[in-house]
């Protein structure tokens, strides 16, 4: 079956380091997302991609960059970890417009 | 930007009876949103979704309810069980943003046994 996986599940990382969470999905979609949950907001957009080489801003994006080399991995990378970006990361993807989103298992990351 | 909301952020419903969750949503152009359950360290899982030329839809015991009039999204759960427990937000989707989705907070839903 088609699926969507991100790894790690869970991450520790020192402030000022560099880390990349993965993402790899089987269902040949174009659009790919990348979300923060934090508590007390909702799912918030970082980095979106519509195609193999195009990359987006979204709301929450300074900190972070994002590569599309390929229809199936967006890696989602922080350049400088700082303890604020601690947090539950999902990724998703989706079909075309007017579709569902599908949801990776997350990864949870602290940064100390 | 747009907001998404929920007009409770925790619910408990004894076990059998049903159980309303409603979002409210501020954009008018909205035309696509989607029901996500939120299990505790699990992905957003899809229940169901309903386009805007729709005023509800029906799915296993679970009713989606769209009242574009006062921008109003309810999820409604049919003889909740305890594996119902969960987080459960909105999204919604409107065309001038691409494929975009934006979601609310979410309303933490308990099952009483």
């Known amino acids: 079956d088609a699926e969507i996986t991100q790894s790690p599940r869970h991450k520790i990382t020192e402030t000022g380091r560099q880390v990349t969470l993965a993402c790899h999905q089987t269902w040949n979609h174009n659009n790919m997302f990348w979300y923060r949950q934090d508590l007390g907001h909702g799912l918030r957009l970082i980095h979106y991609?519509?195609?193999?080489?195009?990359?987006n801003k979204g709301e929450v994006s300074d900190g972070y960059s994002v590569s599309r080399s390929n229809t199936e991995d967006l890696p989602l990378t922080l350049e400088s970890a700082a303890s604020s970006q601690t947090s539950v990361y999902f990724c998703a993807s989706k079909g075309a417009a007017d579709e569902k989103l599908f949801f990776g298992s997350g990864t949870q990351l602290s940064v100390l | 930007g747009e907001s998404v909301g929920l007009h409770l952020p925790t619910l408990s419903v004894q076990e059998g009876d049903n159980s309303i969750i409603n979002c409210a949503y501020s954009?008018?152009?909205?035309?696509?949103f989607i029901w996500y359950k939120q299990e505790s360290g699990k992905g957003p899982q899809f229940i169901i979704d309903?386009?805007?030329?729709?005023d509800k839809r029906q799915g296993q015991r679970v009713t989606v309810l769209l009242n574009k009039t006062v921008k109003h999204l309810s999820l409604q759960i049919a003889a909740t069980q305890p594996g119902d427990s969960a987080v459960y937000f909105c999204?919604?989707?409107?065309?001038?943003?691409?494929?975009?989705?934006?979601f609310g907070t979410g309303t933490s839903l308990t099952v009483i046994p």
């Open positions: 309903i386009r805007s030329n729709m």
């Open positions: 991609s519509y195609g193999v080489h195009d990359t």
């Open positions: 999204a919604e989707n409107f065309r001038n943003t691409g494929n975009q989705f934006y």
């Open positions: 954009n008018s152009a909205s035309d696509y």
